[in-house]
């Protein structure tokens, strides 16, 4: 069964070149990878991430029930901020990675990626013994991302008081929105949900006000190449074993809770010692793009592999890809080849954030 | 606007969706009942809220075709159905949390099922049409698919369309509406509402049975197939036909998978999210010349299963609990139909919303909405929907 979003209408009308993401008809690219890449890099865009779920979580309990499956700990957020966190299992593997909303008192969302069904009868199945209510939000998004965004948006509704990883609602003009300052982009940029009636109607607003600088939207090609210049996950990169200490989210890890469910799994990781580790990798050979599941290897022998697929990254000037490698070699510098189409390049194991490292783009 | 005295009459799930609406933004109202919350028809519906661009294929059909939908351009009725569908689950939540009541929504994928060669054209003439006006979701199940599904399904069945639907448990929603509507400041009240008192055009109180007169700023006629009663109180005739429908819960040994199935001919099969089944049938009409029958009838149950054992065999094991039935209001022909919603024309401050024939589940977030917006800016239509409201037709 093919899956669609409210904005596919949108999608064939602009034109784009469609792909499949487990089911999911999503949009590709529309005019070309470059010239939206340098759109969102140097102006603004937006792309329809509307195939990630917003799970509702509300109750009494709500905030001890996440406390209990959310790594990262709560008590560093108050209502109106988000918080990105992991869900783990008992053994510490990774389920989802997730930017939780604070919207009221007792209701968060948290949105998952593809991991949809899985996330959701995980809480479900958390939640006897709590007072929550569980259920998925009929809610689609765009997410307008680019140095250009506050002042596209700005002109329709105040983003004063909106940091980085806070949101409200409010309405763009006539369409209620909720507006949360967050993305995968690496831009300053701003998440807007809507009832899928008004899809439409926040595409073209977007458009319309967007006009001077030629704002339009951009695809999942775009997409993959901004998001691993900077550094952010996908579920693709949990790979096989990862908890959060292996794929560099040790940061979001709320030691200092009480409980979380993982916690004891993480404790014993830590304490054991990682065996391997995601790292960010450069290929000696620009034109040579690294595949999911392609082998890392060292004095011919294997030692990690490719996760997420590679891309050429415009703003490094780099072919660059994630991989989780044995930890002794999961040091920057250190060189390993890749076997791409059976043939191997030399890469270098680097930080896998390269693009905006200290985030002083995003909090602009 | 400054604080009013809203007076709602009927606690069925239209006049409870108007109530919570109004309690959302602030405004109290006290909800008027001669029975019980969602004692009648809004307590036995099958409580499934469609996904709205099926209604595009009666476009341009004659009114007497349109069974399921008003008179007149679909297209601005559909904004009414979109307020309810998309909203569902925040609604459930909201329920859950304000009113203390779990729903019972779910997703309900619903395969309307084909069983000869020209249905098939017809089904996916209109799946064409929904794709040409934007709506992509639905699809085309084949036979096979369909019988990996159902295996026992009638060896006629050709295949069918796939259309993404909700649904709720009746009584439980109209009940979290009402609960949540108090929790907000709503209040309900039994008695009979007899008569009204006026000063001019303006309506002033509202006489009880029992003598008393409640005072009110505004009055809703929410009262379903006995909005006729009210609006002649008020010197308005309002032609209504009354239809009594009917549907049956079955207890199956073993879960259906989670579609529900309907032919053409207007039968359905309905599993419920607790793991029974509704089976009932569209489109048939049962009129009434009053309220003085009995709501089940011992033929309709028989046709019910028999119908329903057709489609799908597998049921010849279920076990019937409850047989239900109750009155809808129906326009008159041509249109079968056609909600009235809006102000009572003549009268300023008295409003009604009724005649939902068979959509008043689906339309309820919708009516209840627009009426509370509608109430709250002193008659003065908002904007959006403007246009919507200009094919309900006050009385």
Sequence with gaps: MKLLTPFYGKHLECGATLIDVRNWQLAAVYTSVEEEYRMVRERAGFIDYSFQSAIAVAGRDAFSFLQKILVNDLRKISPGKAIYSSILDETGKMLDDTIVFWVEENLFIVNGLFAKRQTIEWLKKNAPGFEVSIIERGTCFLALQGPKS???????????????????????????????????????????????????????????????????????????????????????????????????????????????????????????????????????????????????????????????????????????????????????????????????TKVKMARPRWYDPENKIVRG | MSQKEVVIIGAGVIGCSIAYHLAKQGVPSQIIEMDSIAARASGKSWAVFTYPPRFLGLEGQPPEQLFSTPVGSVGPWLELFWMGYHRLPDIALDLQEKGGIDIGYGELPWIKVVLSE?????????????KSQGFYEGYWIDGDDLRSLFPDINPLARGGMVLHYFQVEPYRYTLGLAQAAEKMGATIRQGEAVGFRHKGSRITSVTLGTGTEVETDVVVLAMGPWSGQGTSQLGKEMPILINREQCLRMQVLKRLPPYALSTPAGQAIIPKVDGSVILGHAGSADLQTGFDVSLTTEEVKMMLINDAIDLLPTLNEAELVEQRGDFECWSPPPNRIQPVLGRLPEWENAYIATRFGTLGMMLSLGAGRVMADLIIAGGRMPNRVKTMMECLSPV
Excluded: C
């Design chain 1, 150 to 344: 506050r002042d596209v948006l700005q002109k329709a509704v105040n983003l004063k008081g909106l940091p980085y990883f806070s949101l409200k609602q409010d309405k763009l003009g006539e369409i209620p929105v909720l507006i949360a300052r967050v993305g995968f982009s690496g831009e300053l940029g701003y998440e807007l949900y809507v009832y899928p009636e008004y899809a439409h109607e926040l595409w073209d607003t977007i458009i319309e006000l967007g006009k001077e600088y030629n704002v339009g939207p951009y695809g999942m090609g775009v997409s993959g190449i901004l998001t691993i210049e900077k550094g952010y996950l996908t579920s693709v990169d949990f790979y096989e074993g990862a908890t959060p200490l292996e794929v560099g989210l040790g940061w979001t890890v709320g030691f200092d809770k009480e409980d979380f469910i993982g916690k004891e799994a993480l404790l014993k990781r830590r304490s054991e010692g990682l065996k391997t580790k995601l790292m960010g990798f450069e290929v000696s050979d620009p034109k040579v793009v690294a595949s999911a599941n392609d082998n890392l290897i060292k004095e011919g022998r294997v030692v990690g592999q490719v996760t997420y697929r590679g891309v050429y990254g415009p703003a490094i000037g780099k072919s660059l890809g994630r991989g989780g490698v044995e930890i002794r070699y999961a040091n920057e510098g250190e060189e390993l080849e890749l076997e791409h189409e059976g043939k191997r």
């Design chain 2, 118 to 130: 020209s249905e098939e054209k017809d089904y996916k003439a209109n799946l064409s049409l929904q």
